[in-house]
Structures are given as C-alpha cells and as structure tokens.
C-alpha cells in the first residue's frame, strides 16, 4: 500500500466532514429541500468573498467561471489588457481571443509580480481599454499580483472592469472584492474551498452587471444574468450540482467556523514554513517575488530534473505535488499548502523532499528543512 498525500495546487484534500454531507441522498433541486441549502452556500460565498455582490455559482471547472467573466461583459472586437505571467495567465489571453477581443498583453517574466505603474501607464495612454485580466495567484510560477494596488489604479476608469482569476487565491490569500472594487473574481471548488472539482464561482459588481447589459457575445450556458435571476429565488438555470452545494455548505461551515482573519493566518504561516524549509535545504524558489500564500514553486537544483521529482515524490512516497508547467517543465515542482492544509502537511512534504533528493544523488542532509518548519511551528 501506498498512502496518498494530496499536496497539489488542486485538487486538494477534501475533509471528512464534507465528503460524510456528500453521502447523503440526492435531493430534487427544484423542491423546498434543496432551496435553504442554496441560499445559505450563497450567504457563506459572499462572506468568503467579502463582498455584497451576487455570486454566480456555476456547475464547471474554475475555466468555465473564466470563460463566463468574457462571454457576459464584453463585444466582439473590444480591447482588453491582459497581465500574462504565467499558465493561467495565457489562459485570459486565450478565451478573449476565442471571444473576438482585442488583446494586448503585458508580458511580466515568469516567477515575478506584475508593476502596477504599467498598468497605470497604459490606462492613462488612451480610454480605450474595456478590461484588465490577471491572476491573484498564478499557480503555474507560485507568485501572487497585487491585486489591492492594481485595483486601486483600475476603478478610477468607469469604462474598465477588473476581472481577476483567484481559483487557486480564494482562501489563502485575503482578497477584498468590495472594498477594493474588484468587479469580477472567479474561483473553482477544488482549490481552496476544499470540495471535489466542479464548481465555479464568479463575483460580479454593479459595474460589471451594467456592462452586461451591452454584452452581445454568445451566451447559452454560461449566462450570468439568467443565472442571476435564478440565484435571487435559490436556484440555478440548469439542474444544480446538489451534492457539491451541499459539501460547498460544509466547508463554507469549517472555514466560518475558523475565522476568515485565521483562515489567512493559517495559509500565510504554512507557505512561511514551507518556503524557509526549503530555503534551508540550499534550495531556490522559482517566484523571485511576492510568493503566493497557496502554492510553492521550488527550483530543482542543478543537474536535478524537476520532474523527476515531482515523480519520485509520487511513486516512492506517495505524495502528490506539482510539476513544472509550459516552459517550467523540468526546472521546478511545487507543493501546495492550500485549503484543507496544516502543519503536519508541511512536515510531511519537507520530509519527503529531503528523502527524494537525497534518493537522487543531491547532497541533503537529512532533516535540516524538517527541523526549520519543527522550529517554526512550534506553539
Ligand atoms: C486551477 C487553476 C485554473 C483552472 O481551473 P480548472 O478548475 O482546472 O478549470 C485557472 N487559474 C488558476 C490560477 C488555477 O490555479
């Protein structure tokens, strides 16, 4: 037998205590049974959000809330910034395009954060951009944007909606949709809510609904406003995901229960721990700067192949990390201290790191990143 450890930046472990709700009986989502169940998932997700706006709760993986925040604010041939540094990044970039927007990139180089001054520049040259696109956390390099300083720069523009994708932010990092002026914030269950992939969730402010009102793109499946109709009398469009709102209604439970000052607490402790311990072992992270509170990309040492181990970390030991993405394949992999992670996690994905290199010919003298968290962790 192999136990599995799941450290990856999604899916992440999903706690008894929801997958018991998840076993009850389907319920119908169109009978009274179903209704306080929704409204009290939605209630919680507006805590989680900070926010009084509605959020959209969507039966898809977190792209699906992506493509949802283009298709239902935006027209064909409309001129978006997206800010690409990484992965997911790209992905903006992408689905605008599938879309018919004008995309104009700011490239910012893997494992750094973007400079809110360019942002403000290119705001500033001309009043023609209806959109800016980024990450809070871009998972594939472990950096995170930030999104209070660009916020404050892009609600000064009435005709610019800040769309910003927190799939794997959400929970571990203490994101303000309100009081920043975030217009729209995606994010996906598998993450840090702690549920099974599956759903989406996207925050939409007054702004962005006044915009989708002008919004002639394709809309079938994804259509917010509909969906809008729907949550106001707790349903969805479609036949909801009854068993993940349920669980979505258990976690949002345990996370009440901590406090959303210690739920952050508790993430922002844990990447500390984690990025220290392997600093202690003679290893680099790949995010030079602003390293994400919910995933950490460490640099493979040199003559180490990245991948190989985030392989061996699952063959030998059963831990289930994260490689290297695009073009950090091979130099990197990651552990994810994200959701229904504590400090035992990261004791147990140093120690594993320790055995793999060791195992692998680097000189590592076995507990020394063990001994840093043991330290830091302390109580
Ligand atoms: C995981 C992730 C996604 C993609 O989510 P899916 O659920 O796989 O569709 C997008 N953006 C970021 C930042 C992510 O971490």
Redesign the pocket.
């Known amino acids: 037998m192999l136990k599995r450890y799941l450290f990856a930046?999604?899916p992440t472990p999903v706690p008894s205590e929801v997958l018991l709700e998840m076993a009850m009986p389907i319920i119908h989502h169109r009978s009274p049974d179903f209704m306080p169940v929704l409204e009290s998932a939605k209630k919680d997700l507006q805590w989680l959000y900070q926010t009084k706006n509605d959020v959209i709760i969507l039966c898809s993986?977190?792209?699906g809330g992506?493509v949802g925040a283009v298709n239902n604010f935006f027209n064909n041939g409309d001129r978006v910034l997206v800010i690409n540094g990484g992965k997911?990044g790209e992905?903006w970039t992408e689905i605008c395009q599938a879309y018919g927007l004008q995309v104009e990139e700011i490239i910012v180089e893997w494992g750094y954060a973007v400079k809110p001054d360019i942002v403000e520049k290119r705001l500033k040259k001309g009043k023609d951009i209806k959109g800016v696109f980024v990450?809070a956390?871009?998972?594939s390099t472990g950096v995170y944007h930030d999104i209070k300083a660009l916020a404050s720069i892009i609600k000064k523009y009435e005709d610019t909606l800040f769309i910003v994708?927190a799939?794997?932010a959400l929970v571990a990092h203490d994101l303000r949709t309100d009081e920043w002026g975030i217009d729209i914030m995606v994010a996906?269950s598998?993450?840090g809510v702690m549920l099974p992939?599956g759903l989406a969730f996207v925050s939409v402010s007054e702004k962005a609904w006044a915009k989708a009102e002008k919004s002639k793109l394709p809309k079938f499946y994804f259509n917010f406003k509909k969906e809008r109709e729907n949550l106001a009398k707790n349903q969805t469009n479609f036949t909801s995901p009854v068993t993940l709102i349920i669980g979505l209604n258990a976690s949002l439970k345990m996370l009440k229960a901590e406090g959303l000052k210690n739920v952050f607490k508790r993430h922002e402790r844990l990447a500390n721990v984690t990025r220290r311990a392997v600093q202690a072992l003679g290893l680099e992270l790949y995010s030079k700067e602003s390293p994400s509170n919910s995933v950490t990309a460490i640099l493979a040492p040199p003559g180490i192949d990245g991948q190989a181990v985030y392989k061996n970390l699952r063959e030998k030991y059963g831990i289930i990390a994260g490689g290297g993405q695009g073009k950090a394949k091979g130099k990197i992999f990651r552990i994810a201290h994200l959701g229904y992670s504590d400090r035992f996690d990261v004791i147990i994905a140093i120690a594993g790191i320790e055995m793999v290199l060791k195992g692998m010919g680097h000189p590592v003298k076995l507990g020394t990143g063990v001994a840093v968290a043991q330290e830091l962790l302390i109580d």
């Open positions: 930046p999604g993986t977190g792209t992506m997911f992905r990450q956390s871009e998972t994708d799939i794997s996906g598998q993450k992939p």
